[in-house]
């Protein structure tokens, strides 16, 4: 019978999932991701955050939508304004 590792506690923590979707663009405006709406900086501390960090970040995560609209510009913006 071998030894369990005693790495294995590591890898099973009860740690809260990343929000991101893999959709990392910055809103120009509102500073927040618009895959996964958090700041820069909570995507970058989020390893390091605690357990009740993630979840208070989670949590302010719904009310976060609403505040990134559709951008207007590009060909069809300048399209519009003609």
Do not use: F, N, Q
């Not at 005693?6 to 910055?26: G, M």
């Not at 509102?30 to 208070?56: P, Y």
């Not at 009310?63 to 559709?70: M, Q, S, V, Y």
């Amino acid at each position: 019978m071998t030894k369990p590792d005693p790495t294995d506690a590591i890898w099973k923590r009860a740690e809260i999932d990343s929000p991101c979707v893999k959709v990392c663009v910055i809103h120009p405006e509102t500073r927040l991701c618009t895959g996964c709406l958090r700041t820069i900086d909570e995507i970058g501390a989020w390893s390091g955050m605690s357990v009740e960090a993630r979840r208070d970040v989670m949590s302010t995560l719904p009310e976060r939508a609403p505040l990134i609209t559709k951008r207007r510009g590009g060909r069809a913006g300048r399209l519009a304004k003609s």
